[in-house]
């Protein structure tokens, strides 16, 4: 009987004294946890695509109930979201900024070439690790996609080479500006329409040469805005948002056309 | 300290716990596409390994060892690797919450990992005194770290290869485990010839 007794003694004990270390454990040493942070958790679209500025949905939970962060920054969940934040905040909040992807780039095919036969994996990741990609201009689009695949919402397509965001269905998370290898797309506020479509910082001439739509740098636009919203700085005209008027000027000034406007 | 050395070396380079005895290939597959997960994943296995062995080692040999129960090792040994998991989980989230934000995700994953038991079995099989445990433990985490961040370099090449459609996926990273294990090949006799 003592072969079996001892060894199920000894479990039995080593288990007890396990359980109840852990129980005295859980019970003395618990952390607890904000009632609030877990239904501002709740509230969050769970995303975890960080246009907040935080890592993650858990983080800017932990954030809001500590009172460090504003209710309006989750971009995905929009309003409805910012209102239920601001509900259990107990605080009023002001509308979210919803924002909106611009790829800052219009090479098109008919306006730039390629230079090489590429004929490694269709992705611009892998595409950029050659000479920063296939294409003539080398801060240009490649147009493999790596942004369509990013987007969950079917928003970006490509056309005619380019990516192209399709304003009614981008939410905004940011996911396709992280995807792009050459950083081309930026987040702008819905309420904006007008963007530089060109990232090439090449000499005027230089960058002519390679693409038709690409911005010169010639500063035309630069003088002619009437709010003084636009600075060219490394030969690429960029729009400063908080100046900016969507009135246009700079898109009937610009000799390339680089810069465009998009009716939202 | 020259056995002390042949056991490092070994378990880091010619017996590494990933590439050579196969074990905790579940989180060496699961956890290598990014190389930060990766190494925060390693570091959680070193600390569970090193905590583990140094429970489990008095346990054999002032327990089981001396009332004739060598046999009970492996359930033993699982049910207090597991609940030392769970009591370093508490602990860290209570008094290390940076540490614990870092490895919190990885813990859990860890309790029931293969590499963590084998290293404690291990210790027994070989008859490793305490300090050539902790050795051994600290060592085949390390091993384990340098296989994970060595695979998540290989893995992110591997993510932007275009392999034919039925390699996609799992089967291609096998393949590419397999072969930074045969280059591992290369470390064979290293270790006897350097304390030769």
New interface residues.
């Given amino acids: 009987m003592e072969a079996i007794f ?2 199920v003694i ?2 039995v004990v ?2 007890l004294i ?2 109840i ?2 129980v005295v ?2 019970k003395f ?3 607890k946890v904000d009632q609030k942070q877990l239904d501002l958790r709740e509230a969050l679209p769970g995303a975890n695509c960080g246009a907040c500025g935080f890592a993650g949905c858990d983080e800017y939970a932990a954030k809001l109930a500590a009172g460090e962060a504003e209710a309006n920054q989750c971009v995905p969940g929009g309003a409805a979201v910012a209102q239920r934040i601001g509900e259990i905040l107990g605080v009023a909040v002001d509308n979210v900024e919803a924002q909106c992807a611009v790829v800052q780039c219009n090479g098109c095919s008919s306006a730039t070439d390629t230079v090489m036969d590429y004929q ?4 611009c ?2 595409c950029a ?1 050659f000479f920063q990609g296939s294409g003539a201009c080398k801060f240009g689009c490649m147009g493999y996609g790596d942004c369509v695949a990013a987007c969950q919402y079917n928003a970006i397509d490509l056309v005619n080479g380019v990516a192209q965001v399709d304003r009614t269905l981008c939410v905004g998370c940011g996911m396709c500006a992280k995807a792009c290898p050459h950083g081309l797309i930026a987040m702008v506020s819905v309420s904006k329409t007008v963007a530089v479509l060109c990232s090439n910082k090449d000499k005027g001439a230089i960058s002519r040469k390679v693409c038709k739509n690409s911005c010169i740098g010639c500063k035309k636009c630069e003088r002619s805005c009437p709010s003084g919203a636009i600075k060219v700085t490394d030969n690429l005209a960029r729009i400063d948002y908080s100046l900016c008027t969507n009135c246009n000027t700079c898109v009937e000034q610009c000799p390339t056309g680089a810069i465009h406007t998009s009716a939202c | 300290m020259k056995e002390i050395l042949v056991i490092l070396f070994t378990v880091i380079l010619t017996q590494n716990a990933c590439l050579s005895k196969f074990l905790g290939i579940c989180p060496f597959l699961g956890v290598s596409k990014k190389l930060d997960s990766a190494v925060g994943m390693s570091v959680a296995v070193i600390f569970v390994m090193a905590m583990a062995t140094a429970v489990t080692w008095p346990i054999y040999t002032f327990l089981l060892a001396p009332n004739g129960l060598e046999y009970m090792q492996t359930i033993v040994f699982i049910l207090v690797i597991a609940a030392l998991v769970q009591l370093v989980e508490i602990v860290l989230k209570k008094y290390v919450p940076a540490l614990y934000r870092a490895l919190g995700i990885y813990l859990p994953l860890i309790t029931t990992n293969c590499a963590v038991l084998g290293v404690t079995i291990l210790n027994i099989d070989n008859q490793y005194n305490f300090l050539e445990s902790m050795v051994n433990a600290v060592g085949t985490g390390v091993g384990f770290l340098l296989a994970m961040v060595l695979f998540a370099g290989v893995r992110s090449r591997v993510e932007v290869s275009d392999p034919p459609k039925s390699f996609q996926g799992i089967p291609i990273t096998l393949v590419s485990a397999a072969i930074v294990a045969v280059s591992f090949l290369g470390f064979g006799g290293i270790v006897e010839n350097l304390f030769a």
Avoid at chain 1, 120 to 123: A, I, M, Y
Wanted: hydrophobic content about 50%; proline content about 9%; overall charge positive.
């Fill in positions: 001892t060894p000894i479990l080593t288990g396990s359980s270390v852990l454990a859980a040493m618990a952390v490694g994996p269709k992705t990741a892998a690790t």
